[in-house]
């Protein structure tokens, strides 16, 4: 079993790349729902949704996000009926995935259970698996004040300086029995190139994940989500220099620190290797950049690669590959 940690789009790439090299229920993706908000009455889930949709195929792929082919019918009625919250633009069919999730939930099934039943409708053999069944937000503090981060991420299109990121009801979060069940029968771990602060991060600071993720004694692999010095889609790179920390390859690798085996870095970032190395970690200097979903294979496979040479028999992971 490969666990991968994940976020939005960029994390949705390499699950979808591991997705299609391993055999299909080889593949358990941890995601990040500190995100998550309710709209409209129903609870939106945009980091899950987009790995959801990804792996089944239905993804948005000219956006990154949303369902290939959606129609506005919907939204457009509730701007004609003057409806503030159509800035989150939500399509016709991915309504029909929240009404779900809601309808659900609301008749006291998990969020786990809930998601589970989201994919296999799809046809996804992998698993999907929220971080925590409890609610959690991901707020940040601005000169404005504490925005929720969709405010924050979409509807100021984070134009806002960063002060602070709190992750609102996280003291009471902990992990599932599957979360914790997939870590145990781990032979890799895989933090996708999301935001280290909020994708990664929430997930990292769910009760009981990084202790079930230090014990478990497999590779733990990152991919810098930062070439350059910039992230290649939404604020990484902003947050963490307006946080204080290197916004750089160097910069994410610090901050996983001792709870990562191995980073891999682009080969535009192959200057800092060594002062990466020099933390302790192995690292893996390779192209990082998915343009198309040849791209994603080739990183995916790289990554299990570097992942087998790190591992202690590294049959374990090579016998989770395709191909």
């Known amino acids: 079993m490969i666990v991968a940690l994940a976020g939005g789009v960029g994390g949705a790439k390499l699950a979808h790349g591991l997705y299609q090299t391993l055999r299909p229920d080889a593949l358990s993706v941890i995601v990040n729902t500190a995100d998550d908000f309710e709209l409209f009455g129903l609870r939106i889930s945009p980091d899950a949704d987009t790995v959801m949709y990804t792996l089944g195929g239905v993804a948005n792929n000219q956006t990154g996000w949303g369902v290939a082919g959606d129609t506005w019918q919907t939204l457009e009625m509730l701007g004609r009926y003057g409806h503030e919250s159509t800035w989150?633009?939500?399509?016709d069919r991915d309504f029909a995935t929240h009404i779900m999730r809601t309808e659900q939930l609301r008749a006291g099934q998990s969020l786990t259970a809930t998601t589970h039943t989201l994919t296999s409708a799809l046809g996804i053999?992998?698993?999907?698996?929220?971080?925590?069944?409890?609610?959690v937000a991901t707020e940040v503090e601005t000169p404005a004040g504490r925005l929720h981060f969709q405010d924050y991420f979409v509807r100021r299109h984070h134009a806002d300086e960063v002060r602070?990121?709190?992750f609102a009801g996280i003291e009471s979060a902990h992990i599932t029995a599957e979360v914790d069940a997939a870590l145990g029968q781990a032979s890799a771990i895989v933090f996708c190139p999301s935001n280290?602060?909020?994708s990664?991060?929430?997930i990292?600071?769910?009760g009981g994940m990084r202790e079930a993720i230090a014990a478990a004694r497999v590779p733990k692999i990152a991919i810098s989500p930062i070439i350059g010095g910039k992230a290649l889609r939404g604020p990484a790179d902003q947050m963490l220099a307006g946080l204080g920390y290197d916004a750089s390859a160097l910069g994410?690798?610090?901050i996983y620190g001792d709870l990562i085996d191995g980073f891999v870095i682009d080969q535009a970032d192959a200057e800092l290797e060594?002062?990466?190395a020099a933390l302790g970690v192995r690292v893996l200097v390779t192209n990082t950049v998915m343009r198309d979903e040849g791209d994603r294979r080739t990183l995916a496979q790289n990554v299990l690669r570097f992942a087998a040479s790190l591992a202690s028999d590294d049959a374990t992971i090579l016998k989770e590959l395709t191909d």
Do not use: C, K
């Not at 053999?125 to 609610?135: E, G, H």
């Open 88 to 91: 989150f633009r939500i399509g």
């Open 125 to 135: 053999r992998a698993w999907l698996l929220p971080m925590s069944d409890q609610i």
């Open 164 to 166: 602070g990121v709190v």
């Open 196 to 198: 280290p602060i909020v």
């Open 200 to 202: 990664i991060g929430p």
């Open 204 to 206: 990292l600071a769910v």
């Open 252 to 254: 994410v690798a610090r």
């Open 274 to 276: 060594a002062q990466i």
